[in-house]
């Protein structure tokens, strides 16, 4: 089991940054890989980054590609979503999400945390 918990959502202007974080708890060792998703009003949850748990190798959406930065604090197990140069189509709620070593789909997801970006 795999407990994951996100913060670092809130409220800013278009152009500003906000950090993402997610507590990561349990069978750690087991993760293949860890992303952050995000759903807005009236879309389908969309993949914005993910992150090998070991490998460290990384993807991104084409849509967050240059702005948002995905990483992980061993030491904190720690998930991290660093998001610059925000845009209001950026606004949604943002989930942490992990998959492990022995599945095709992420089976673990925390409780998702709002992103509202003003223009």
């Not at 998703?37 to 993807?59: D, K, M």
Request: aromatic share 12%.
């Amino acid at each position: 089991q795999v407990q994951l918990v996100e913060s670092g959502g809130g409220l800013v202007q278009a152009g500003g940054s906000l950090r993402l974080s997610c507590a990561v708890s349990g069978r750690t060792f087991s993760n293949a890989d860890m992303g952050w998703f995000r759903q807005a009003p009236g879309r389908e949850r969309e993949l914005v980054a993910r992150i090998g748990w070991i490998s460290g190798i990384t993807y991104y959406a084409e849509s967050v590609k240059g702005r948002f930065t995905i990483s992980r604090d061993y030491a904190e197990n720690t998930l991290l979503l660093q998001m610059n140069s925000l845009k209001p189509e950026d606004t949604a709620v943002y989930y942490c999400a992990a998959r492990m070593a022995t599945s095709y789909e992420y089976d673990y997801w925390g409780q998702g945390t709002q992103v509202t970006v003003s223009s």
